[in-house]
């Protein structure tokens, strides 16, 4: 087997990083710097602006494990999210000033958003509203896991983090 270099598939002419990738429902989305957004429909034979308006970085995207929806995170808390496979893009409001570096959907309502600053911002609604919790020690997060009982598995700064939202938070 040989690796193929798709570099210029893409629309991506500025050669801005691209720090993310999630395949959701039959589609591919691509996110980076400057705004950055980008999906492929055919397995990435093609590729399409995914036409969300926003020029900031893009750091995460990630989806819902049953496909209901996408959600990409960046600079200072800017979030978007779409339910029709990219079609449309809702602008969400987790009230940070952090960056936010990723996310992860317990299910299909309840969302964890992570970043810079020990931030956390947790949905029940899927995304609708945020509640924001701070890590104590302010390290940067970079990725976040939920485990089965709701505690967070959080990494980045200074190694693994754990923080449970009904107990570190008060």
């Known amino acids: 087997k040989t690796w193929l270099d798709r570099t210029n598939d893409a629309p991506n002419e500025d050669g801005y990083h691209l720090n993310a990738v999630v395949g959701s429902a039959g589609v591919i989305y691509i996110v980076g710097e400057a705004g950055v957004a980008i999906l492929s429909r055919d397995n990435g034979a093609t ?14 995207i990630f989806a819902a494990a049953n496909g209901e929806f996408v959600m990409a995170t960046g600079l200072r808390g800017n979030t978007f999210k779409t339910v029709d496979a990219g079609n449309t893009w809702q602008e969400l409001h987790p009230e940070s000033n952090y960056s936010l570096a990723a996310g992860y959907a317990v299910n299909d309502k309840q969302v964890v958003l992570v970043g810079a600053g020990g931030a956390i911002a947790v949905s029940d609604d899927s995304g609708q509203t945020f509640t924001n919790f701070t890590l104590p020690s302010r390290a940067a997060l970079s990725s976040v896991a939920v485990l089965n009982n709701g505690h967070l598995v959080l990494v980045g700064q200074g190694g693994v983090h754990h923080f449970n939202i009904n107990a570190d938070a008060q």
């Open 47 to 60: 590729w399409q602006q995914a036409g969300i308006d926003y020029e900031g970085t893009f750091f995460g």
